[in-house]
């Protein structure tokens, strides 16, 4: 009986019908959060460039005219079919704004957690082997002060200190390159890579690194206290002692015994820091005029045009679920007794 509950199709199973709840309150959350915001939508995106009856059309084409209650079936219903709706202020369907601007997220994303995983376990591994030492303090610092320090901040510092040396600095590529790399994927860095353009490749490639390495850097302050802790945990382990009782060298202990051990927790932590990523991205893409979904989103706040703030945030907390949900699943696979 307790194989069959801890089995690992079955808590797969429990883990993806968890999805439908959990996407169903935060979709009712942004709803409600949206619509107490004072003032109309329409006039504070649009007001002053159309007269009554334009208006009033541009409300009718948002949906507000209708009764709250049908508001929300149809918004649930256009979020279950995968139509977010059209911003108000461009009338752009936001499946287009998610399309084109969804890949410099997804990169920036990507190259951040890369650049915070390779920063952030090794020094949280050294931490944990050097225990009490200069090197471990030093490294704890480091992780401080890269978690506590505010993004916009360093992005601009990074700015300051880069910009002398001829790197670039702003914007995902630039302007010849984005006008020469067909759009194939909508991923930039992609679609210069099958482009067949080494030169636009490196173009785009430069562009990425001052802000991966910055949002990855502060990123990377977790991953180091987390391993640490976990390590000097897992060194405290019956089987830790067994295996140095058998002669085995220290090193071969941590890298085999203990260090797996000790990232566990890390896997759990990632779909966690999905979320820290991508409201750190809305800081990063704005520092660095990157043209992504955190961008459009700041600039449809701006505009009030809450029918694409609605959209945006809706994908990001779809997104954050199903990472979360996987990470989730992954890790019951790395270490059973998850599933208990």
Known sequence: ?????????????????????????????????LRVAPGDPVSAAVGGKLDAQAMAAARHQAGLDRPMIVQYLDYIK????LHFGK???DNRPILDVIRDNGGATLTLTLGAFI??????????LLAGRRRDTVTDAVIRIFGVVS???????????????????????????????????????HILLVDALISGQPGAFTDVLQHHLLPCVTLG?????????????????????????????????ERLVIRRHAFRNALVPVITVIGLQVALTM??????????????????????????????????????????????VLVDIINAIIDPRVRY
Do not use: C
């Not at 883990?15 to 169903?24: G, Y």
């Not at 650049?115 to 949280?124: H, K, T, V």
């Not at 360093?154 to 040396?165: K, N, S, W």
């Open 115 to 124: 650049f915070a995983l390779a920063i952030g376990i090794p020094l949280g």
């Open 1 to 33: 009986m307790a194989a069959a509950k801890g089995s690992l199709p079955r808590y797969i199973v429990q883990r993806v019908l968890l999805i439908i709840p959990m996407i169903w309150v935060l979709l009712t959350l942004v709803f409600l959060l």
């Open 279 to 324: 409201s750190g991205a809305v800081l990063t893409e704005r520092t660095f005029n990157w043209p992504g979904l955190g961008n459009q989103l700041v600039k449809y706040i701006d505009a009030r045009d809450y029918t694409a703030v609605q959209g945006l945030v809706t994908f990001f907390a779809i997104v954050v679920v199903i990472v979360s």
């Open 147 to 185: 978690y506590a320090a505010p993004i916009f901040w360093t992005g601009l510092l990074a700015v300051i200190l880069i910009a002398p040396l001829g790197w670039p600095t702003y914007d995902i590529a630039s302007p010849e390159t984005k006008f020469l790399v067909p759009a194939h994927t």
């Open 217 to 249: 850097l502060l990123l990377s302050g977790v991953f180091i206290r987390l391993v640490r802790v976990n390590l000097l945990q897992s060194l405290k382990g019956d089987y830790v002692e067994a295996a140095r009782a058998r002669g085995i060298p």
């Open 78 to 81: 256009g979020v279950g079919t």
């Open 87 to 89: 911003t108000i202020s």
